[in-house]
């Protein structure tokens, strides 16, 4: 089964600084999905970023980018410039695929989270 | 506004009772999934429906059941509620093959006492 670890329950950053939020996960699939999702005390799930594994290149959308290391099984969140929106429990997510009497599916596995504080 | 909307947001129910929590999509998504998170935990998978008519079970579906009758609606029931299910749950729907995300709902906090 797979497994996803976030190894930093809390990170800090300044406002406008950079942080790496980390994530490891184990799988024997070669091919597969990896996500960050932002929660904010809203409860709202926010994707946030999305990696194909096929993908050698590192997905980036605007301040969010990721390194993906697929060899290592590590796939960090890099958030530049933060700022204080950015406040929020964040969740790295593997997406695999099972077979069932219903057919196929996508199962997401969550990693426990971080929770981020920017401090102005 | 298109989405998974869930109702209630907050409940209180006492040890034994039931209670059905409402989920429903208006983007005509395929795939439904229930989730629950636990307080410091990531979200675990309880039920899924992968179209009208069809469920399966996740992680954690002991002590609930769903149903799926139309493609918008994927209700979770609980039976004989216990303090082990307090938690936060989440609809979630997807469209179907592909690329696309999760469209998650907003939650529903259960508190049973």
């Known amino acids: 089964a797979q497994t996803v670890t976030q190894s930093q329950p809390e990170m800090s950053v300044q406002e406008a600084e950079t942080v790496t939020l980390s994530c490891t996960y184990d799988?024997?699939?070669?091919?597969?999905?990896l996500f960050w999702y932002k929660q904010p005390p809203s409860r709202q799930m926010i994707l946030v970023i999305r990696q194909e594994a096929y993908k050698q290149q590192n997905a980036t959308e605007n301040r969010f980018s990721v390194n993906f290391q697929k060899a290592a099984k590590s796939f960090s969140l890099k958030i530049s410039d933060s700022q204080l929106g950015d406040a929020a429990m964040y969740f790295c997510?593997?997406?695999?695929?099972?077979?069932?009497?219903?057919?196929?599916?996508?199962?997401?596995?969550f990693g426990k989270g971080t929770l981020l504080t920017v401090n102005p | 506004n298109a989405g998974v909307t869930q109702t209630p947001k907050f409940r209180i129910l006492k040890i034994g009772q039931s209670m059905t929590l409402q989920c429903t999509q208006d983007?005509?998504?395929?795939?439904m999934y229930w989730y629950r998170q636990d307080p410091g935990m990531g979200l675990k998978l309880i039920y899924y429906?992968?179209?009208?008519?069809?469920?399966d079970k996740g992680e954690v579906p002991n002590g609930y059941n769903v149903s799926r009758s139309t493609t918008e609606d994927f209700p979770l029931r609980l039976e004989l509620a216990a303090p082990s299910q307090t938690s936060v749950y989440f609809c979630?729907?997807?469209?179907?093959?592909?690329?696309?995300?999760?469209?998650f709902g907003s939650g529903t906090r259960l508190t049973v006492v």
């Open positions: 429906s992968v179209g009208a008519g069809i469920t």
């Open positions: 997510a593997y997406r695999s695929e099972s077979w069932s009497s219903g057919g196929s599916n996508y199962k997401l596995t």
């Open positions: 983007m005509n998504h395929n795939y």
């Open positions: 799988t024997s699939e070669s091919d597969y999905y």
């Open positions: 979630a729907s997807r469209p179907g093959q592909g690329r696309r995300g999760y469209t």
